[in-house]
């Protein structure tokens, strides 16, 4: 069975602090994996990682894949109130139609 | 920009009622999407569907169905509503295999 597993599932930082999220999983087939953030509504789309080692960075926001050890980081630094939100982990399989396997999420909240 | 919209934010039906929810993209996505996020759960896949007239199962099917007979257009049917369906229905579309899914700001439906 196709696995996503987030860490830490909470977390309360201070602003200015640095925060790494981690995504770990068990999936045949693997085509690349996927961060969202969502807040009040809508998922929003962040990143997609198809290969290991290679950095994808959006300002203060910063993720890579490793396919051999089967996980995924996304780094925040220099947090802000409106990073808070709730971090969705998502795993793509090679078939049709791009089913997406997600994670519990990560809730982060940051305080002023 | 990419917009997914869903027909209802809030929906209140009672048990054993037919109830559909309504979901439009406007970009001409081959792909589209239906999941529910619980708490606790994260978002899981209820149906997808590749082109016009095709369907596939999701993850958890069981007391659902949908009709795309239209590109833009992705209906999630509940036929005969109970209480465990009371949740957050999102829907989503993608362009093609490579691209990834962009969200519609979800319905909170409530079954009563």
């Known amino acids: 069975e196709d696995k996503v597993v987030q860490s830490p599932l909470s977390l309360v930082v201070h602003e200015g602090d640095t925060v790494t999220l981690n995504c770990s999983y068990e999936?045949?087939?693997?085509?690349?994996l996927l961060w969202y953030k969502q807040e009040k509504k809508a998922p929003t789309f962040l990143f997609m990682l198809?290969?290991?080692?290679i950095e994808k960075k959006s300002g203060r926001l910063s993720s890579i894949l490793d396919k051999k050890e089967l996980f995924s980081i996304l780094n925040i630094t220099a947090t802000q109130t409106g990073d808070s939100a709730v971090y969705l982990c998502?795993?793509?399989?090679?078939?049709?139609?791009?089913?997406?396997?997600f994670g519990e999420g990560t809730q982060l909240t940051v305080n002023p | 920009d990419v917009k997914v919209t869903q027909s209802s934010r809030y929906l209140v039906k009672r048990t054993g009622e037919k109830v559909f929810l309504e979901c439009v993209q406007d970009?001409?996505?081959?792909?589209m999407f239906w999941y529910r996020q619980d708490p606790g759960l994260g978002l899981r896949l209820i149906y997808f569907?590749?082109?016009?007239?095709?369907?596939e199962k999701g993850d958890i099917p069981e007391g659902y169905s949908v009709s795309r007979e239209k590109k833009e257009r992705f209906s999630l049917i509940l036929e005969s509503a109970s209480t465990n369906q009371t949740s957050m229905y999102l829907c989503?579309?993608?362009?093609?295999?490579?691209?990834?899914?962009?969200f519609g700001d979800g319905t909170r439906l409530s079954i009563l």
């Open positions: 569907s590749y082109d016009v007239k095709m369907k």
């Open positions: 999936v045949t087939n693997f085509r690349s």
């Open positions: 198809t290969s290991s080692g």
């Open positions: 998502a795993v793509e399989k090679e078939t049709s139609g791009s089913r997406l396997t």
């Open positions: 989503a579309s993608s362009l093609t295999r490579v691209r990834p899914q962009h």
């Open positions: 970009m001409d996505h081959e792909n």
